[in-house]
């Protein structure tokens, strides 16, 4: 009870010095023109390239342009929100784009009079210095352009002038577009890298860590760890002025601290991932002065079994787990209605989907009897881990240790921070946890390799390996969009549920809270805010 106390002493002051804060700001009109988020998150590094944290990407998705940007369109019936449609994009530092050989070649247009800060001009060169680096330095880009594009080497980059770039593909890809229009493919300037650059990290990634040099609506004028990250309106930027000239990200890593600052109006909108937990949304359902945007979303939420790791090596025993999973009481208790039942590896929004395929409901019978027919002796100890202030994670933890029990485990919760998490899980650390994976790109075969090919060996979680699979997902992952794909991926779906390599759980929706007269949400496929368009109505 002390500690309890104590922690609302903490956070009643945080709130409390925001709140003054925000009255000082909304003192002026300038100051009007600011937005404050508080988020959940950290910055490990802005180097476009890199794998990072969730703020890190929302940064950088903020004060870099891509080539390409996924089109909105409005939510019909919420006022106020976009969301990107299927196959819809729009150029964002390119002016136009165009398909030669087949869809096997792709020409980026440059948009004409584009200049970095620097003042230096936007050239072809500059997209294939982007286009390069991702492709040589360490990250996520050198991962997904072999596997998405079949691009591995700089000469299938070609500059044809000053203001057109192809990309050269040995075919072509369904996925060419989406992945231009990815936040990692950041419009840098190279002259400002490689001032930076050294023999040791001659991609200058070290400095990219800290540092920002490209173009984008907004520049980062202070980044300081473990407080804020404050972000300014970029000058003489190509397209209008934002509505938002300031952009305040105020790092508040307890929920409830989250939920006081929003209730006391001293944040403009909560942030993150996750955020808000459902139920901490629930409780501002119909609270004046604020609102609440909600749409379905590719996020999933499942139990991870590492199938490298006794007894989940065993498939019965990854079934009987299915069994046991109480979905049925999860669902209610976890998502207060802010997301669905997950009944397939993919999510319920991607094509191809199939809700029809998997067996899996709740039966303690059942499962106690594939414990049997695996012949594995009980009880088993085992640890489920989950991340620290995830309370969906937390909560749905509690349900699945009473009822893992009940067929012959003993589990306990571990509980680490995310960083901790993700480290351990690359590796294979975790024997059984609470996983969540979003997809950028909303493509099945996308979704489905990086999750269960035996090639993903920083992102297959269960370590799963299946040769049948591996073929499908090969055969598929650069084959034109057809009735032949989607069955492909009916197929990879029924695998995988046969084989259960995730306990389901849930997909999240896309949900966040903020005041009222704000406009301009923008929701695109990689759940990453730009907060360009944003303004007060």
């Known amino acids: 009870m002390r500690d309890l106390k104590r922690r609302e002493l903490l956070a009643g002051g945080l709130a409390s010095l925001m709140l003054s804060s925000a009255f000082a700001r909304h003192a002026t009109a300038q100051d009007a023109r600011t937005l404050t988020i508080a988020w959940d998150t950290d910055i490990d590094t802005l180097d476009p390239a890199a794998f990072k944290s969730i703020g890190a990407y929302v940064v950088q998705a903020n004060v870099y342009d891509n080539p390409l940007s996924w089109r909105v369109q409005p939510v019909q019936g919420t ?38 800060p620097s003042g230096r001009p936007v050239t072809a060169q500059a997209f294939k210095y982007m286009f390069d680096r991702g492709l040589q330095s360490p990250g996520y880009i050198r991962l997904l352009f072999p596997t998405l594009l079949g691009v591995t080497k700089p000469e299938q980059i070609e500059v044809r002038d000053e203001r057109s770039v192809a990309i050269n593909m040995p075919a072509s890809s369904p996925m060419t577009l989406e992945v231009m229009a990815l936040s990692n493919n950041a419009l840098l300037d190279p002259d400002e890298v490689k001032a930076h650059a050294t023999d040791a990290d001659p991609w200058s990634t070290d400095w990219l860590k800290r540092n920002v040099a490209g173009l984008g609506p907004y520049t980062l004028i202070r980044n300081e760890p473990g407080v804020e990250v404050v972000l300014e309106a970029t000058k003489k930027y190509w397209r209008p002025a934002p509505y938002f000239q300031r952009l305040v990200f105020k790092f508040v890593p307890n929920e409830s601290d989250r939920v006081l600052l929003l209730k006391r109006r001293a944040v403009d909108i909560v942030t993150g991932r996750p955020g808000l937990s459902p139920k901490s949304v629930k409780s501002f359902e119909g609270e004046a002065g604020l609102k609440i945007f909600s749409v379905p979303d590719t996020t999933c939420h499942w139990l991870c079994m590492n199938s490298k790791k006794p007894p989940f090596d065993n498939v019965k025993v990854r079934q009987a787990v299915n069994y046991a999973i109480p979905i049925q009481a999860i669902i209610p208790n976890v ?13 319920n929004l991607t094509p191809g989907y199939d809700d029809t395929l998997s067996p899996y409901k709740f039966d303690l019978a059942r499962a106690k009897a594939l414990m049997s027919e695996a012949g594995v002796t009980t009880p088993i100890p085992v640890e489920l881990a989950i991340r620290v202030g995830w309370q969906p994670h937390e909560q749905a933890a509690t349900w699945i240790q009473r009822e893992l029990e009940q067929i012959g485990f003993k589990v306990s919760i571990g509980k680490e921070t995310d960083a901790a998490f993700r480290q351990i899980a690359s590796k294979g650390g975790h024997q059984l946890s609470i ?46 969009r057809s009735d032949q794909r989607l069955a492909a991926a009916r197929q990879a779906q029924k695998i995988i549920i046969d084989d259960a390599v995730w306990g389901f759980l849930w997909y999240d929706n896309w949900t ?26």
């Open 79 to 116: 006022q106020g929100l976009y969301r990107s449609q299927p196959g819809e994009f729009d150029g964002s530092a390119v002016e136009s784009w165009s398909f030669e050989n087949n869809e096997e070649t792709l020409v980026l247009t440059v948009r004409p009079s584009l200049a970095f």
């Open 435 to 480: 996983e969540s994976w979003q997809s950028w790109i909303n493509d099945p075969f996308y979704h489905l390799y990086f999750n269960f090919s035996s090639k993903a060996i920083n992102t297959n979680t269960a370590f799963y390996a299946n040769p049948e699979l591996d073929n499908i997902l090969a055969d598929n992952m650069r084959a034109p």
């Open 512 to 537: 966040r809270v903020m005041r009222s007269d704000l406009t301009g949400v923008e929701k695109r496929w990689d759940t990453f805010e730009r907060y360009y368009a944003m303004k007060l109505a």
């Open 335 to 347: 998502l207060y209605g802010y997301g669905a039942q997950m009944k397939s590896p993919l999510p």
